[in-house]
């Protein structure tokens, strides 16, 4: 325990570190934490003229509501099939292709392979939805002009239920798988050569060597990355997904986060209780999946966050 | 993998050739959508519409970028981004310094706290809904302050610039410049902010492009379409399909040529909104795998 006279000491010393985190904790309370207290609207039947601490507790109410909505099973449906799909396929992408870059021989083509694939990450969601678009078009895109070529009828690609969720998984890899190889390159560059040189001695093909030390050395960064991704789950590209809705495709596209917005910000009746309920469930499912999977993590010794 | 062999095994050949063929097939696949969009932004719109275009501009015409030019609300957008995207950027590296040094510090009394609370928020958020009624009570609604405050500062750049200074400004240095006389607030600005290239290359790219990119925050804090940034101006014309032909030169009872131009300016547009990007990503790009390698070490 410090003494009185030793806290005060140490909080004296470092009374100007104080004062440059004073701007930031500032922006942290009132943009982090204000909002996270103003959740427990979701607890009570919030009005404006009796604002957040005023107005009546509810109790679990909208919760209630939600879970019993005629949407909820829809919704939650689409939201983990879009999640874990989008995992699945957004998880293995960035591993495969840091392998395969690690083991191009010309150093000119893999940086320009780099320099290509990291390149859309920085691109804007609206424009790589517009890009989508495009290129899918029934009458001016490229993919319909091609099948027409192979004599099949143009496909309203974006009107499709059933191509929502694939459109959306793959345009992503598309776009982040570059960028997300770097830190298995990163770690692939870590491992010790000298593995390399004894396997090599022992006549270990390059597959080989890929599997037993490559692979070993990449794992951990691998998990985190995946606890990572898994605690993130439902938070799939929000605003990506209300950027290719439309009333067609709404069955399948229709997800958590684009039902909070709409009840809560652009329906007639803006409902701010009940839609600030929706969004702190998912808040609290992914927390418990981040906590689980990190715990699992911990289990089998894989390495872990904490 | 610089480990050279005599002679490759044929496995390791066919390995090679295997590895090689993938590599240029997850290249083609990322650069062909790239290449075709800026083939098809100069070329002519009827070759467009038609299909005539796939790999190189066909009968190579401005026509797209001249509708882009004369489309007024594209340049309203720009400039507003532009605004957003400077002020905005300045407001973000000043603030992760100012929160990463202090984080960077082992005998920063409280640093573990301070850490907690940061990664907090991180895993919980308190919501669209109270954040936009949180936005609306600071009566910052269609202000530019409701582009900037809110998301003044990344608390994952944080971790990664706080990381950086650890591994690269030596403690020694800091009790050097302290006999020297020196206080942290002179450290930061004469020491540490110039030992710091790197990084600060790297968060700046990422935060630069986040405001460039940012539509959603302006969808929901703006209403004056005065204020609207260029993505806010794209999404209505690239997503929702609303542009308004009015502003489009050409016949007006030519209805199938300014249908083809309507596709041909998205294509141009797509291109314009994505130059900024692509004069600055050059020059930072040596920095990223330094940055991502930084920002994964945990600590």
Same mark, same amino acid.
């Given at each position: ?24 904790f ?40 939600f ?45 320009? =392979?780099?320099? =290509? ?9 609206? =424009?790589?939805?517009?890009? =989508?678009?495009?290129?899918?078009d029934?009458?001016?895109? &490229? ?14 690609f ?64 691998a ?9 993130? %789950? ?21 997800? %958590? ?25 998912k808040?609290? &499912? ?9 715990? %699992? ?10 | 993998? $610089? ?43 009827q070759?467009?519409?038609?299909? /005539? ?16 030019? /004369? ?40 640093? $573990? ?21 949180l ?27 706080r ?11 800091? /009790? ?10 002179q ?7 110039? *030992? ?6 790297v ?10 990119n940012?539509?959603? $925050?302006?969808? *929901?804090?703006?209403? $004056? ?12 014309? *690239?997503?929702s ?15 199938a040529?300014? /249908? ?40």
């Amino acid at each position: 325990m410090l003494s009185g006279y030793m806290f005060k000491k140490r909080l004296v010393r470092s009374w100007q570190l104080y004062v440059l985190m004073a701007l930031p904790f500032l922006y942290l309370i009132l943009f982090k934490y204000v909002p996270i207290y103003g959740a427990q609207i979701a607890f009570k039947n919030f009005t404006v003229t009796k604002g957040i601490w005023g107005s009546d507790w509810v109790g679990l109410k909208h919760f209630d509501r939600f879970v019993h909505s005629y949407d909820f099973w829809r919704i939650l449906r689409n939201t983990l099939i879009l999640s874990f799909y989008n995992l699945a396929a957004g998880f293995p992408f960035p591993i495969l292709l840091a392998l395969g870059l690690n083991y191009l021989k010309s150093v000119r083509f893999r940086r320009i =392979v780099q320099m =290509v694939t990291y390149a859309p990450h920085f691109i804007s969601i609206v =424009v790589i939805v517009g890009i =989508v678009k495009e290129l899918l078009d029934p009458r001016t895109g &490229i993919l319909n002009k091609l099948l027409g070529f192979l004599g099949i009828a143009p496909i309203n690609f974006m009107g499709e239920i059933s191509y929502f969720s694939s459109l959306y998984v793959w345009s992503d890899v598309w776009q982040h798988a570059g960028f997300n190889c770097i830190i298995f390159l990163a770690a692939l560059a870590s491992i010790d050569p000298s593995l390399h040189e004894a396997a090599v001695m022992d006549g270990a093909s390059k597959l080989r060597r890929m599997w037993h030390i490559d692979l070993p050395g990449i794992m951990p960064m691998a998990i985190i990355v995946l606890i990572l991704n898994t605690g993130h %789950i439902l938070d799939v590209g929000f605003e990506k997904v209300l950027l290719m809705q439309n009333p067609i495709n709404l069955k399948a596209s229709e997800i %958590i986060d684009t039902y909070v917005y709409k009840v809560g910000l652009t329906s007639q009746v803006a409902n701010y209780s009940y839609s600030t309920a929706i969004g702190l469930f998912k808040s609290i &499912i992914n927390l418990i999946l981040l906590l689980t999977v990190n715990k %699992i993590a911990q289990k089998t010794k894989q390495g872990s966050l904490w | 993998m $610089n480990i050279t062999y005599r002679n490759e095994s044929r496995t390791d050949k066919l390995f090679t050739l295997l590895n090689n063929t993938f590599m240029i097939l997850m290249f083609l696949a990322v650069l062909y959508p790239i290449v075709y969009i800026v083939s098809a932004s100069f070329s002519d719109s009827q070759a467009v519409v038609s299909g /005539e275009v796939w790999l190189w501009p066909v009968r190579p015409s401005l026509d797209g970028y001249n509708a882009v030019f /004369e489309y007024s609300q594209v340049w309203v957008g720009f400039r507003n981004s532009i605004l957003y995207t400077v002020t905005g950027t300045l407001v973000n590296i000043v603030m992760t310094v100012l929160a990463a040094y202090p984080l960077s510090r082992k005998d920063f009394f409280g640093k $573990n706290l301070f850490m907690v609370l940061f990664m907090f928020t991180t895993m919980f958020t308190g919501g669209l809904i109270p954040t936009y009624l949180l936005v609306r009570e600071l009566g910052m609604l269609d202000t530019i302050w409701a582009m900037i405050l809110p998301g003044a500062l990344t608390v994952w750049n944080v971790i990664i610039t706080r990381t950086y200074f650890q591994m690269s400004i030596p403690h020694e240095l800091l /009790e050097a410049a302290q006999l020297d006389g020196c206080d942290d607030f002179q450290f930061v600005w004469r020491v540490v902010v110039r *030992l710091s290239g790197p990084i600060l290359a790297v968060i700046t790219l990422y935060y630069a492009a986040a405001n460039w990119n940012q539509y959603f $925050n302006a969808m *929901l804090f703006l209403k $004056n379409q005065a204020h609207y940034p260029l993505q806010l101006v794209l999404k209505d014309i *690239l997503v929702s399909n609303d542009v308004d032909v009015t502003m489009l030169s050409g016949d007006p009872q030519d209805a199938a040529r300014r /249908e083809a131009l309507k596709t041909l300016l998205k294509y141009s547009l797509i291109v314009i909104s994505t130059v900024p990007l692509l004069i600055f990503y050059p020059f930072v790009q040596k920095y990223l795998v330094k940055g991502v390698m930084v920002g994964s070490l945990k600590g």
